[in-house]
């Protein structure tokens, strides 16, 4: 299993301010992703942290916008940038683990941002 | 394309009564299915999962889900519900064939069970 520490676990922004959510994972992970939660909506992958290199955006989501550093294989941050009221979600780090026959996703607590 | 559907927002039950949160996907190739339960103000707990083999899989806390080829579902179940239970629970789903990893998430169903 792996054990996945975000902080902050919340916060209150000002629009047109960034935020940067760290995720720490207890072990080294290959597969690493960052999900976005939209009030009363499900969750929907924003990018895929690649270690050593830029990360993989899903349609929608831009560098510019959710710049990801991925320094190591337990460790990630999100910076949710230029923010607008919009960007009010929970924000989930989520990682792939190797386990004896397949694979499994585990995530963090997630961040409650709301930006105001 | 992948995706999940979950045809119902919210599952009522007493306690005590026998629970069932639908869950159907489409994948192109062969299905890796997933149920997590979100409480509040938490992260997604996994609940269970199934890759191959036995169409039952039994998970956390007495849940179990049925996997069924012929109409690609994978519904949620659990014999007696209790109040605890009540949460917000999600379906997802990879394609084995993936090499990605990615998971696509269904829309939630929020289960209350009332005492």
Known sequence: ?116 | AQSVAQPEDQVNVAEGNPLTVKCTYSVSGNPYLFWYVQYPNRGLQFLLKYITGDNLVKGSYGFEAEFNKSQTSFHLKKPSALVSDSALYFCAVRDLMDSSYKLIFGSGTRLLVRP
């Not at chain 1, 290959?30 to 290199?53: D, H, V």
């Not at chain 1, 397949?102 to 995530?107: G, L, M, P, Q, V």
């Open chain 1, 1 to 116: 299993s792996a054990v996945i520490s975000q902080k902050p676990s919340r916060d209150i922004c000002q629009r047109g301010t960034s935020l940067t959510i760290q995720c720490q994972v207890d072990s080294q992970v290959t597969m690493m992703f960052w999900y976005r939660q939209q009030p009363g909506q499900s969750l929907t992958l924003i990018a895929t942290a690649n270690q050593g290199s830029e990360a993989t955006y899903e349609s929608g989501f831009v560098i510019d916008k959710f710049p990801i550093s991925r320094p190591n294989l337990t460790f990630s941050t999100l910076t949710v940038s230029n923010m607008s009221p919009e960007d009010s979600s929970i924000y989930l780090c989520s990682v792939e683990v190797r386990l004896e026959l397949n694979t499994e996703a585990f995530f963090g607590q997630g961040t409650r941002l709301t930006v105001v």
